[in-house]
C-alpha cells in the first residue's frame, strides 16, 4: 500500500492511495499514520478495508488538496552520514567502518511539495536526496538484519536539508546544520516493504532549476536499511513511526567544484524509484 495525509497543515487526515488520480479515505479507522497506529500494526488491519472499498467504489478523486508528509511528527529522526560510497568519494572523506550517526529535530518534517526557508544567518544551503525507512515496531537489541526486516513499516523519499556552513564551521556539530525550519520534506507516499522489490535497487535523482545535480542508486548504500534498523537498535529503542534517513548520493552542493548552494527562488526537484516524487521551492530567511 501507499499511505499518504492531505489536508491544510496540522490537519491532515490519512488516505491510501489508489492510483495517480484517486484515492481511499481511512480518517474513519484511525486519526492519524501516528506512533499509535504503527504499533498496533494498523497497515495490516488497513489493507481488508482498503480492498473491500476499492471494490465497491468507495473511492475519491484528487482535488487540489495539499499533500503532507505521510506519516505524523516522528519521536525522533535519525540521520546517516557518508552511506554511499560515491558520496564519500565525492567528499573526500574515507568509506566509514560503521554508520556515523547524528539526529535531526522531528519538527523539520513537512510536506513533500512545501516550501524550504533558508535558515537565518546561513551561506550554504545544500540539499540532499534520500531513501527513508518509517520504524513500524519498537526495536531494542534486535538480534539480527532479518529480525529487523519485520520493524519496519515502509519506505519514504525524503530531501535532507542541510545548511553546511552550520554543520561544518560552527563547532563540529552535524545537528546544527541539519534542524532548522522545513528542513525534512517526505513523501508524497509511505510505500509498504511489499511493494519494493528490493531497496537496495532504487534509482534516486534531484534537480535544482531543471538541472540535474544528483543521479544515484542505492545499490551504492555502505550499510542497507536491514542493517541500519539492527544497527542502530544496539544503541537506543526505536520507536514506531520513527525516520531513519539512509544517506545521499553524489552531486551534493557541497561536492561541486565550485560549491554551489540554495539560493531565494531555487526550485528543488526528486525522486525515487517506486516512491514518487517531491518539488520545493526556496524562501528567503524570516
Known amino acids: 500500500m501507499r499511505l499518504m495525509r492531505i489536508g491544510p497543515a496540522g490537519q491532515e487526515k490519512p488516505v491510501v492511495l489508489v492510483d ?4 481511499v479515505d481511512v480518517s474513519d479507522l484511525t486519526g492519524d499514520y501516528d506512533a499509535a497506529f504503527f504499533a498496533r500494526d ?3 488491519a488497513l489493507a481488508p478495508v482498503v480492498a473491500e472499498r476499492v471494490a465497491t467504489g468507495a473511492v475519491h478523486r484528487f ?27 565525492e567528499t573526500g572523506q574515507a568509506v566509514p567502518d560503521e554508520p556515523i550517526l547524528f ?29 527513508g525507512i518509517v520504524v513500524g515496531q519498537r526495536a531494542s537489541y534486535l538480534d539480527s538484519p532479518e529480525q529487523a526486516l519485520a520493524h519496519i513499516a515502509g519506505y519514504v523519499l525524503v530531501n535532507d536539508v542541510s545548511e553546511r556552513a552550520f554543520q561544518m564551521e560552527r563547532g563540529g556539530q552535524w545537528s546544527k546544520g541539519k534542524s532548522a525550519e522545513t528542513f ?40 542497507g536499511p536491514a542493517f541500519l ?9 526505536l520507536e514506531p513511526g520513527d525516520l531513519i534517513n539512509t544517506g545521499t548520493p553524489p552531486g551534493v552542493g557541497m561536492g561541486l567544484r565550485p560549491p554551489v548552494w540554495l539560493a531565494a527562488g531555487d526550485v528543488m526537484e526528486l525522486g525515487i524509484d517506486g516512491l514518487g516524487t517531491q518539488r ?5 530567511p524570516r
Open 42 to 44: 494498523g497497515i495490516a
Open 63 to 89: 482535488g487540489d488538496e495539499r499533500v503532507g508528509a505521510p506519516f505524523a511528527r516522528p519521536h525522533q529522526i535519525l540521520c546517516i552520514g557518508l552511506n554511499y560510497r560515491d558520496h564519500a568519494a
Open 280 to 284: 520545493q521551492r526556496v524562501l528567503a
Open 184 to 223: 525534512n520534506p517526505a513523501g508524497p507516499w509511505l510505500v509498504t516493504p511489499d511493494e519494493i522489490a528490493d531497496p537496495g535497487a532504487l534509482g534516486l535523482w534531484l534537480d535544482v532549476n531543471g538541472t540535474r545535480r544528483q543521479t544515484g542508486s542505492t545499490k551504492e548504500m555502505i550499510f
Open 20 to 23: 495517480d488520480e484517486s484515492y
Open 229 to 237: 534498523v539492527h544497527y542502530l537498535s544496539q544503541f537506543m529503542v
Open 103 to 131: 539526529t535531526k529535530s522531528p519538527n523539520t518534517l513537512v510536506g513533500p511539495h512545501d516550501d524550504v526557508r533558508l535558515p537565518r544567518g546561513g551561506t550554504k544551503t545544500d540539499w540532499e536526496v534520500e531513501l
